[in-house]
């Protein structure tokens, strides 16, 4: 039977600050997106792997993270311009929204504060201290959540080794067809890519991203709309209907800071909708990462060190 995964990259403000320019309306949707997912979810009894950046689940700190091997000035913003914006920096009762809610949602790791691991600046020395930072964090938490899948900021993937190091069981990879022409094709005429779950040379299994839900905006999709209909609808409902009936996974994700205006909710509730009639006729099942994670080893393809180059 088919698997349809979705996947949540919860960062609050964390997945802005480095950015010259923070996008203010994203930015500020942040909070409220989040709010609208954990109740949508629930309504259409959908789990999802939420990958939470771990500096979310502290109540206070001094801003400054002395012993944090990132280079001087990463955490500028937080102790500047954000220092009065704890609703941007913490969410300790947005993370407890998750563990209360009905559906049965995985909590991940999208590292402490959103260092981008393929990066060529990132060390092995900051790698592990963004995954132990999570640990220790998400640990402070009751009840603790297991945190084996990852989720790697702006899908930047690298120092694979060091989750393998730390007891990460799974990670989502790069989608098998990126680019500006391959997400024109997939929203419009082309069906979005199934994937295999990948064994890698570390033990760890890659769960490649399929489809994002927010990856068609702007004039394009508004030209689209006006002849037919929400492109990335239209899009979800192909991989749905295409994945059932296989062994093969479709995985869509997005962010809570996506649901910036009612038009981005309905199209989330349009997509959960397409996915909950397939799963309650039988056709498909919706699993978490780490439910996928957790199968037998002859449901993996093994793939070649090549193919998972990390950066």
């Known amino acids: 039977m088919g698997t349809v995964v979705l996947s949540i990259d919860a960062e609050l403000g964390w997945g802005f600050h480095d950015l010259e320019t923070p996008p203010a309306e994203r930015v500020e949707a942040g909070r409220e997106g989040w709010i609208t997912l954990v109740e949508l979810l629930d309504e259409y009894e959908i789990p999802a792997t939420w990958a939470v950046v771990g500096h979310l689940f502290l109540d206070s700190c001094d801003g400054i993270h002395s012993l944090h091997p990132t280079p001087e000035g990463w955490f500028e913003r937080e102790r500047t311009e954000w220092a009065q914006r704890p609703d941007l920096r913490y969410g300790p009762d947005l993370i407890d929204r998750i563990a209360a809610a009905e559906a049965e949602h995985e909590i991940g790791c999208h590292t402490f504060s959103h260092v981008e691991f393929g990066d060529p600046s990132t060390t092995t020395e900051i790698a592990r201290e963004e995954l132990v930072a999570s640990l220790e964090a998400a640990a402070t938490r009751s009840p603790t959540p297991s945190m084996s899948s990852v989720v790697f900021p702006r899908n930047n993937v690298g120092h694979r080794d060091v989750l393998a190091e730390w007891g ?111 799963r ?23 793939t070649s060190a090549a193919q998972h180059r990390d950066g």
């Open 280 to 302: 309650d006729a039988g056709e498909i099942r919706v699993e978490t990462m780490q439910d996928v994670s957790q199968r037998k080893e002859p449901d993996f393809e093994t």
């Open 168 to 278: 990460f069981t799974c990670y989502r990879g790069v989608s098998p067809a990126d680019g500006t022409i391959h997400k024109v094709t997939r929203a419009t005429i082309g069906q979005p890519p199934l994937v295999r779950p990948q064994l890698d040379e570390y033990g760890l299994v890659n769960i490649p991203a399929s489809m994002f839900l927010y990856g068609f905006e702007g004039r394009s999709r508004r030209v689209f709309e006006r002849v037919w209909d929400d492109p990335i609808v239209r899009a979800v409902r192909r991989g749905v209907d295409a994945v059932a009936g296989t062994d093969r996974i479709f995985h869509i994700w997005l962010h809570p800071n996506n649901l910036v205006t009612e038009a981005e909710t309905v199209r989330l509730r349009r997509v959960l909708a397409a996915v909950a009639r397939k």
